[in-house]
């Protein structure tokens, strides 16, 4: 049986020589580039070196084992995406328990049929390669995206852009906090609102999507500023800079008086600007004009 990955690169670790040469040759003959590496340390080096596709690993090594290899690689924001297939001779549901919690993916038990080795290859490898197309047209067209596990809180992986926004903003409790309740009001038939962090005039938003059978979820941000949102206002109604810094502030659920002190002006100037206001959008009040108006921008 072929199973070729048109040259995928596999880490085999392994304690045993034996048992890796019989993986390698399998593995080549199949069309695959084969790593090998017999302990956890040198595997820990050569998946952040060589970013192999996938990796095939020894449950019971000495010194560190495995699991603790696993965690290691799946604690690691340059490692953790990789797909993990534990390979073992435990079949004790507490070493399956263990070897999920440590972050694998799947399991084989030894001895090992290659046939089944390399159809759980493919499989898994099929899940990565189009997790990864993905990953490659988000950053091509500079969308700003993480992934992440809410089991735990980690970033599984991000885009540049994504890096680049989260840097201004402190996200460490706030936004592990937000997807575990954005995951239990997915799984109860319900939505949960984004995660709005503001910093001065800026904001960022994070909005969430489940997208994969680890229960991996894909989060979009977006900054925003109180100038863009005013330019965006402008665009879509046609309003003027004051019409849209008003109907900004009327979003944000200020009184006349309140944008009047805020902008210099009168409580009765506010009041005719938002006479236009309302003409533009087609509505009669406040909360349809705020309405109307968040629909809009959420949407540019």
């Known amino acids: 049986m072929n199973f070729n990955t048109d040259a995928g690169l596999v880490l085999v670790v392994d304690d045993v020589p034996e048992n890796l040469a019989v993986l390698h040759d399998a593995l080549d003959e199949s069309g695959f580039t084969v790593l090998v590496a017999n302990n956890g340390e040198a595997a820990l080096l050569r998946a952040a070196e060589a970013q192999p596709h996938i990796i095939l690993l020894d449950a019971i090594m000495p010194g560190m084992d495995g699991f603790e290899t696993c965690r290691q690689l799946k604690a690691n924001l340059a490692t953790r995406h990789i797909p993990v297939i534990f390979m073992t001779g435990l079949t004790?549901?507490?070493?399956?328990?263990?070897?999920?919690?440590?972050?694998?993916?799947?399991?084989?038990?030894?001895?090992l049929r290659t046939s089944e080795v390399l159809a759980r290859i493919a499989a898994h490898l099929q899940t990565a390669k189009l997790v990864d197309q993905a990953r490659s047209a988000l950053d091509a067209f500079g969308n700003a995206v993480i992934a992440m596990t809410p089991r735990d809180g980690k970033v599984v992986w991000q885009t540049p852009l994504a890096r680049t926004l989260m840097q201004g903003y402190q996200v460490d409790a706030e936004l592990p906090a937000w997807l575990q309740a954005t995951q239990l009001a997915?799984?109860?038939?319900?939505?949960?609102?984004?995660?709005?962090l503001a910093r001065g005039a800026r904001r960022l938003i994070f909005s969430a999507e489940e997208f994969s059978e680890n229960e991996q979820w894909m989060i979009v941000l977006r900054e925003e500023s109180d100038t863009t949102q005013i330019e965006k206002l402008m665009a879509s109604f046609k309003l003027t800079q004051r019409e849209s810094e008003v109907l900004n502030w009327v979003i944000k659920g200020k009184t006349n008086r309140d944008i009047g002190d805020i902008l210099g002006t009168s409580p009765r100037t506010i009041n005719k600007h938002l006479e236009h206001v309302f003409v533009k959008l087609g509505v009669e009040t406040r909360t349809s004009a705020a309405s109307v108006a968040l629909a809009r921008i959420e949407r540019s």
Do not use: C, I, R, W
């Open 92 to 111: 004790e549901a507490e070493h399956v328990v263990t070897a999920f919690a440590a972050g694998g993916n799947d399991y084989v038990t030894k001895p």
């Open 186 to 196: 997915h799984s109860q038939g319900l939505s949960h609102p984004p995660l709005m």
